[in-house]
DNA sequence: CCGCGGGCCTGAGAGC
DNA sequence: TGCTCTCAGGCCCGCG
C-alpha cells in the first residue's frame, strides 16, 4: 500500500494496542517476508515493553525496553490489523480464519493489552528487522533517507538545492527517497498537480541561478505538505490493501486529483485539459497536459 | 554519477 | 468457467 500518509495512520492506529504494552507472545508463521526474519524473533520480542511508536519515511520504529528498535516496513501490500483476544476475528479462536486472506496473515503479536496485532502481506515486499537503538544512526535502511516532509527541515531551499544540477525531471526526484522521505507514485503525482508543474518538468528548473528556491520550488514545497496533512487526515487511500488497522478503509483516494484518472476532465477550474497517463522509470504517472507545465 | 530495467511476490481485472 | 496477460502504492541491484 503504503506511502507517508497510509504509514502513519497505521502507525496511529497501533498505538492504542502496543504503545507500553508487552508482547506477550509472538506468532511468526513463516520464516522470511521479503527477508528472512531476524533470528530468534519472536524470542527477541516476547516479554518487551514497546516504550514508543514512531515512524521514518515509510518505517515504522518501535522502541523496545530491550534496547532494541523494530523496524517495520508494509511494502507494497503490507498491513496490520487489530483484533480483540477472544474476540472471533482473533487468530486462535474458534472462528479464524474466517477471511480468504487469513493465509497471508505471517505475524501475530498478542500484546499485554489484549490486542493481538495481526501482519497481512499477501506480496512479502515488506520486511521487519531488529536494530540496537545505538546503531539506528548507521542503519543502512535509514541512513540515506532525506528529510521528513511535514518536519521543519523541510523546505523549498533544501528541496532547490536537492534539485540544482539534476539532469532528470521532477517524478523521478520527488519518487527519490534521498531526497525527500516518504512520497510514492500516488502522493508525487497529486502534489506535482496541486503545484501546478509538469511531472516531465526538469528539476533543476525548481531552483534559481544560484540553487535558490523560485517560485515553483515554494510552489511545490507547500503542495506537498498540503496533500499529505489532507491524506493523513482521511486516513489514507485505500485502492487494493491499505486499511486502517481497525479494518476501516481511508478515504483519500475520493479526492484524488489526477491519479488513476486518465482521460477524464481537469478538474481545475476553467482547464480544458485531460489527465494523461504517462511511463516514467516503469511506473505511471498521471498529470493535466493543459495546466501543467 | 545517472537512469533504466529486472526482480522480488501474489492477486485482481481485462480480454478471449 | 478458465486461461493468459497486464498491472499494482516499494525498493534494491546491476547494467550500460
Redesign the pocket.
Known amino acids: ?3 507517508l500518509p ?1 504509514v502513519e495512520t497505521v502507525r496511529r492506529g497501533l498505538e492504542p494496542a502496543m504503545q507500553g504494552a508487552r508482547f506477550a507472545k509472538v506468532e511468526a508463521r513463516r520464516k ?1 517476508l ?1 527477508f528472512p526474519l531476524p533470528a530468534n524473533f519472536a524470542a527477541r520480542l516476547q516479554g518487551n515493553a514497546v516504550t514508543g511508536l514512531g515512524r521514518r ?3 515504522l520504529l518501535a522502541d523496545l525496553s530491550s534496547g532494541d528498535v523494530l523496524l517495520m ?5 503490507g498491513s496490520f490489523r487489530l483484533a480483540r483476544r477472544g474476540a472471533a476475528e482473533t487468530p486462535g479462536d474458534f472462528h479464524y480464519p474466517r477471511s ?2 487469513a ?2 496473515d505471517h505475524l501475530l503479536f498478542h500484546m499485554s493489552s489484549g490486542w493481538t496485532v495481526i501482519f497481512n502481506d ?4 515488506g520486511f521487519m528487522k531488529l536494530v540496537p537503538r545505538r546503531a539506528l544512526a548507521d542503519e ?2 535509514l541512513r540515506a533517507i532525506g528529510p521528513e516532509p511535514l518536519g521543519n527541515e523541510f523546505d523549498a531551499g533544501l528541496l532547490a538545492a536537492a534539485c540544482r544540477g ?4 521532477l517524478k ?2 520527488l ?3 534521498k531526497v525527500v522521505a516518504g ?4 502522493y508525487v503525482c497529486e502534489a506535482l498537480y496541486r503545484a501546478r508543474l509538469a511531472p516531465t518538468r526538469g ?1 533543476a528548473t525548481i531552483a534559481d541561478r544560484r540553487g535558490g528556491p523560485n517560485a515553483r520550488a515554494l510552489a511545490l514545497v507547500a503542495a506537498i505538505r498540503e496533500v499529505l496533512h489532507e491524506a493523513i487526515a482521511a486516513g ?7 486499511r486502517q488497522t481497525n479494518g476501516e478503509l ?1 478515504y483519500f483516494q475520493h479526492r484524488f486529483r489526477v491519479y488513476d484518472r486518465a482521460g477524464e476532465r481537469c478538474l481545475t477550474p476553467s482547464c480544458r485539459g485531460k489527465v494523461r ?1 504517462i ?6 504517472t498521471f498529470y493535466c497536459p493543459v495546466c501543467q507545465r
Do not use: C
Not at 236 to 242: A, T, V
Open positions: 500500500m503504503p506511502e497510509e522470511n521479503r519515511a515509510k518505517y516496513h508494509l511494502g507494497m501490500s480468504k486472506d493465509k497471508h499477501p506480496r512479502r515486499f543502512p535502511l539534476k539532469k532528470t525531471n523521478a526526484v519518487s527519490d527517497q512520497l510514492g507514485n500516488i528539476a489514507g487511500s485505500s485502492l487494493r490493501d491499505h481511508g497517463r511511463v516514467q522509470a516503469g511506473r505511471s
